[in-house]
């Protein structure tokens, strides 16, 4: 039994909020670096361009419509959903409902929170900061295919 892991019970007003790119992270949990959830709220047409990082990740889909860019093909997952996107597979995200959509995702291992410190501090005119982004995902092993 792992000694340093600890219970957690977080409530819905509860955990560190950050801005990506328009949309909202929570992250939920990361604990051990093994993995990390993260919940996120992703208005119409927010949401990153296509990429690529060295570590799985999985959406599940809470409300709303999400479009998933995954190697070049589109499809929309609506709440019920889940996608799994492997290590290595190009892939991107837009809210596609008209209310803010909300999704839970999982990577393995808990490799995104540092990105997303990092947007949240240096992003902060829209659009012009983003040109910024391919360089903070560089340093956070995450490649934007622009």
Known sequence: MDTNKQPLVLKHDEGETLSAMGAKVRFL???????????????????????HHPWDEAYYVLDGAVRFTIDGRDTVANAGDFVFVPAGTNHGFKGASETTARMLFFDAPASSEAFFRELNREIKVMPDDLRKV????ERHQIHFQL
């Open 29 to 51: 949990y990361s604990g051990d670096k093994k993995w990390s959830l993260t919940e996120c709220d992703a208005p119409k047409d927010s949401g990153p361009p296509p990429h």
């Open 134 to 137: 391919p360089e903070i995902g």
